[in-house]
Nanobody
Framework: QVQLVDAGGGLVQPGGSLRLSCVAS????????MRWYRQAPGKQRELVAG???????NYADSVKGRFTISRDNAKNTVYLQMNSLKLEDTAAYYC????????????????WGQGTQVTVSS
């Protein structure tokens, strides 16, 4: 079993910053793609940012230049630094990871964190 625990959300004023973190634990052989998604009330879950095991990143157009995704492979952790937050960034943020639990099967499983709420409000 693999667990993802995401944290770091909170209430922040427009223009402020937050740093989310997500730690994976359990029967992990290797973690491949790690991503952050978000879901606002009444909206579909959307991809915010992703990072490969090698460090290549991609971002939603709405967060480019404001958010930075990074990871520490030794700590099985992914981060999302969010700067210049806007009202429309308000959402529950979920981390996602593709995990291999065995060196022999090559099978990758998908896991999700429980979500952390980010509220941007004046």
């Amino acid at each position: 079993q693999v667990q993802l625990v995401d944290a770091g959300g909170g209430l922040v004023q427009p223009g402020g910053s937050l740093r989310l973190s997500c730690v994976a634990s359990g029967s992990i052989f290797a973690i491949y793609a790690m991503r952050w998604y978000r879901q606002a009330p009444g909206k579909q879950r959307e991809l915010v940012a992703g990072i490969t095991r090698g460090g290549s990143t991609n971002y939603a157009d709405s967060v480019k230049g404001r958010f930075t995704i990074s990871r520490d492979n030794a700590k099985n952790t992914v981060y999302l630094q969010m700067n210049s937050l806007k009202l429309e960034d308000t959402a529950a943020y979920y981390c996602y990871a593709e995990v291999s639990t065995s060196a022999y099967t090559g099978v990758r499983y998908q896991y999700w964190g429980q979500g952390t709420q980010v509220t941007v409000s004046s």
